[in-house]
């Protein structure tokens, strides 16, 4: 059995509460905020980790990962404050050859230092036409079932978005982060995977997400951890990028993963042998939050408001 110090952790966490996760509104790639409570829940995942750290003689996380939506970025932002950890936040090309030639500066690795890098591969599933609309509205339109099976099915996937209708024109106010319930202009806010001729999605399925994402992991953060020697790394995703990760991580079936759901920041701990960077196991670092959270995620529609 590996000990602690023979282990590489990511601690996994889906960002804190959105402003259209408050109003019970599917998001995907529209660029909501957090809430004050999502603030919060950042805070508290703060200090979960720090605990963890301190309780286990472990060093702080030593790099950061986030998607490009700002919810993530901001549930980064308040947890690096609250570790006094300073670092800068670069986009990087979702491109799979350049993720894989991607460097940390060693001036970067130090105590008290967290870079982040920012990619698309993150984001939360593109859902499609159903973005920007409520979802005991849509549950009323298409029914338990389907919509069950388009929310949580591997293969589920919504229709697609019209982007002329539902994206910030170019020159619109708001282009760079959207606006009532649109998603920001690509050739604006995603311009470094447009140079790169990436192909952005315009609806996905948890299947897809899981093959967009399986690039990031292998390419960047588990090869970063393995050059740079580190002992653990955050990221902060979204409810579908993290459950994409544990997928492929913990080999989760087609079947079985219908049935993971996951809280608004709380934090997931993954730990890896590090010589091999297999798998050991998973855990929460607070597991009754985290069971009570994912319960109520997963009835999002059939109740009122979180
Ligand atoms: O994009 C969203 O609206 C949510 O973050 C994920 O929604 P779901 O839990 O209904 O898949």
Redesign the pocket.
């Known amino acids: 059995m590996a000990s602690q110090q023979d282990t590489f952790k990511i601690f996994v966490l ?1 960002h804190g509460q ?1 402003e ?2 408050h109003e019970n ?4 790639w ?1 660029d909501a905020r957090l809430t004050d409570k999502g603030k919060q829940q950042a805070r508290n995942s703060a200090q979960l980790i720090k605990q963890y750290c301190d309780n286990n003689d472990e060093p702080l996380p030593q790099v950061g990962y986030t998607s490009r939506l700002v919810r993530t970025q901001q549930t980064m932002e308040v947890i690096m404050e609250e570790l006094a950890l300073k670092g800068d936040f670069s986009v990087i090309s979702g491109d799979v050859h350049a993720l894989k030639k991607i460097e940390l500066p060693d001036e970067l690795l130090v105590k008290g230092q967290l870079p982040v890098l920012q990619t698309w591969r993150l984001n ?2 593109h ?1 499609g036409a ?2 920007g609309q409520r ?1 005991p509205n849509v549950l009323k339109d298409v029914g338990d079932e389907e919509y069950m099976r388009i ?2 099915d591997y293969q589920g996937k919504p229709p697609l978005v019209d982007l002329s209708l539902e994206m910030v024109q170019p020159n619109e106010k708001g282009a760079a982060t959207g606006y009532e319930f649109k998603e920001p202009n690509r050739t604006v806010k995603y311009a470094t995977e447009d140079a790169a001729g990436e192909t952005l999605p315009i609806s996905e399925s948890l299947a897809e997400v899981v093959t967009r994402i399986r690039p990031f992991l292998d390419g960047v953060v588990l090869r970063i951890a393995k050059k740079y020697k580190l002992d653990s790394c955050i990221i902060v995703g ?3 990028s993290v459950r994409s990760l544990l997928k492929i991580i913990e080999d989760i079936t087609d079947q079985e993963i219908k049935n993971v ?2 809280p608004n920041g709380i934090p997931l701990v993954i730990e890896f042998d590090k010589n091999d960077l297999s798998f050991i196991k998973s855990f929460y670092l607070d597991p009754e939050s985290a069971k009570i959270n994912a319960a109520k ?2 009835k ?2 059939f109740e009122k408001n979180p």
């Open positions: 889906r959105s259209l996760n509104i599917f998001c995907g529209i939360e599933r859902y159903w973005q979802k929310r949580r979204h409810g579908s759901d996951i995620v997963r999002e529609g």
